[in-house]
């Protein structure tokens, strides 16, 4: 089938995507010993045991031996189905150290989920990852433990907006964060994600480009916009920056209003006051966050760039701008480190899914990911064109 896209663009763009050799990740040491396929299911007296070991820290005993009383189930469940669970960093706690095969941000899931042998991939994350997941599977089944999991940087842009640009800005290509949903991705060109959104437009400027249509996050446009040299305007009709640029062509990004509702909620101010309160704090931030914040912080990168930095960089005590839940994971995993902590920038739509959902779903066979084959088809070429490059 025709792909629109690639009509638009320069003959320099992949005319197909290359996909690269795919390194196996093993599952996570956390549970080597228990899933799927030749590994046994623990015993519930060792998960609660090891979800303690990790948890006490955080949650009150009797909360982890609850929650393990559900994790254990849906681990039985998960190796009878031949499962695979993958687990977001922003997975609340009990979850993520308990029930995952893998856990990581979307660029690692995505990779995760098209190597997997599991028939059933149980997705605890947000619905566009359940769709990128089924766009990279689309015969085997993908759950997702609740609908309810949305992002307000994929409900900020429509497939008609991204059609809108396109007859606007003819041959510019689109470049569209992996959040985004299946729809949006069918009219893309690329995909990036935060761990490699500067690769990607780096790649299309090394291809000749001088502009580029990078949507729907902002913030994470302006940031990369600023690391590789471009100015970032919004399209006319949504701003009063960049008519005179577009006009004459002159090298830009083209961004689009939306924002991730959690990160633009820290602010410089926010910034000065705990440098104050604790001078010796290591700040790192997430690339949705403004570049106003993102100027006073000391490291930026994506969910998996914070954990490895966290890991990497010895600092007297250190502060995650982004979700709450993925602060206390990592505490949870370096209790040697001293982290601050946040309890009110919790993602909604990440916290629609617990352990709860998660059982209930699999049981049933609840909340399947379902998409057309024409949209598995066109937003498939941008995730393995991205892919190819990083
Ligand atoms: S943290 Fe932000 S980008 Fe991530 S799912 Fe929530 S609203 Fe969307």
């Given at each position: 089938m025709?792909?629109?896209g690639m009509?638009?663009?320069?003959?320099?763009?992949?005319?197909?995507?290359?996909?690269p050799?795919?390194m196996?990740?093993?599952?996570r040491?956390?549970?080597?010993?228990?899933?799927?396929?030749v590994?046994?299911?623990?015993?519930?007296?060792?998960?609660?045991?090891?979800m303690?070991?990790?948890?006490?820290?955080?949650?009150?005993?009797?909360?982890?031996?609850?929650?393990?009383e559900?994790?254990?189930?849906?681990?039985?469940?998960?190796?009878?189905?031949?499962?695979?669970?993958?687990?977001?960093?922003?997975?609340?706690?009990?979850?993520?150290c308990?029930?995952?095969?893998?856990?990581?941000?979307?660029?690692e899931?995505?990779?995760?989920?098209?190597?997997?042998?599991?028939?059933?991939?149980?997705?605890?994350?947000?619905?566009?990852?359940?769709?990128?997941?089924?766009?990279?599977?689309p015969?085997?089944?993908v759950?997702?433990?609740?609908?309810?999991?949305?992002?307000?940087?994929?409900?900020?842009?429509?497939?008609?907006?991204?059609?809108?640009?396109?007859?606007?800005?003819?041959?510019?290509?689109?470049?569209?964060?992996?959040?985004?949903y299946a729809?949006?991705?069918?009219?893309?060109?690329?995909?990036?994600?935060?761990?490699?959104?500067?690769?990607?437009?780096?790649?299309?400027?090394?291809?000749?480009?001088n502009?580029?249509?990078?949507?729907?996050?902002?913030?994470?446009?302006?940031?990369?916009?600023?690391e590789?040299?471009?100015?970032?305007i919004?399209?006319?009709e949504?701003?009063?920056?960049g008519?005179?640029?577009?006009?004459?062509k002159?090298?830009?990004?083209?961004?689009?209003?939306?924002?991730c509702?959690?990160?633009?909620?820290?602010?410089?101010?926010?910034?000065?006051?705990?440098?104050?309160?604790?001078?010796?704090?290591?700040?790192?931030?997430?690339?949705?966050?403004?570049?106003?914040?993102v100027?006073?912080?000391d490291?930026?990168?994506?969910?998996?760039?914070?954990?490895?930095?966290?890991r990497?960089?010895?600092?007297?005590?250190?502060?995650?701008?982004?979700?709450?839940?993925?602060g206390?994971?990592?505490?949870?995993?370096?209790?040697?480190?001293?982290?601050?902590?946040?309890?009110?920038?919790?993602?909604?739509?990440?916290?629609?899914?617990?352990?709860?959902d998660?059982?209930?779903?699999?049981?049933?066979?609840?909340?399947?990911?379902?998409l057309?084959?024409?949209?598995?088809?066109?937003?498939?070429?941008?995730?393995?064109?991205?892919?190819?490059?990083?």
């Amino acid at each position: 089938m025709s792909y629109p896209g690639m009509f638009c663009i320069t003959p320099l763009f992949h005319t197909a995507a290359v996909r690269p050799p795919i390194m196996k990740r093993q599952p996570r040491e956390a549970i080597m010993s228990d899933t799927i396929g030749v590994f046994e299911t623990p015993s519930l007296e060792a998960t609660r045991e090891r979800m303690r070991t990790l948890l006490s820290g955080l949650l009150p005993a009797f909360e982890i031996d609850m929650k393990a009383e559900l994790a254990h189930e849906i681990n039985r469940l998960k190796k009878q189905m031949n499962a695979v669970i993958l687990g977001h960093n922003y997975m609340e706690p009990a979850l993520y150290c308990s029930v995952p095969d893998y856990t990581g941000d979307s660029l690692e899931l995505a990779r995760i989920s098209s190597e997997t042998e599991a028939e059933v991939i149980v997705f605890c994350g947000v619905q566009f990852m359940a769709e990128t997941a089924k766009i990279l599977n689309p015969e085997k089944t993908v759950l997702i433990p609740s609908e309810k999991a949305g992002c307000s940087l994929a409900e900020a842009i429509t497939a008609e907006d991204v059609r809108q640009l396109k007859a606007q800005f003819p041959g510019v290509p689109v470049v569209s964060y992996v959040n985004t949903y299946a729809e949006v991705k069918a009219e893309s060109d690329y995909c990036c994600t935060s761990g490699n959104a500067e690769k990607v437009v780096r790649y299309l400027l090394e291809q000749g480009h001088n502009q580029v249509i990078f949507l729907p996050d902002e913030y994470l446009a302006r940031n990369t916009a600023h690391e590789v040299g471009l100015e970032f305007i919004f399209p006319p009709e949504n701003g009063v920056h960049g008519d005179g640029a577009m006009a004459e062509k002159k090298p830009a990004m083209i961004g689009w209003p939306g924002r991730c509702e959690v990160h633009e909620k820290f602010e410089v101010e926010d910034i000065e006051r705990v440098r104050k309160q604790f001078p010796d704090v290591a700040i790192v931030a997430h690339p949705e966050c403004s570049p106003e914040v993102v100027a006073l912080t000391d490291y930026t990168g994506s969910t998996k760039q914070m954990i490895e930095y966290v890991r990497r960089v010895d600092a007297p005590r250190y502060l995650l701008l982004t979700e709450c839940s993925m602060g206390d994971n990592i505490a949870a995993e370096n209790p040697e480190k001293e982290m601050l902590r946040l309890c009110s920038v919790r993602c909604p739509h990440m916290n629609q899914i617990t352990l709860e959902d998660t059982l209930e779903g699999m049981r049933n066979l609840r909340h399947q990911v379902s998409l057309s084959e024409d949209i598995i088809k066109r937003a498939r070429l941008p995730i393995d064109r991205m892919l190819a490059i990083v």
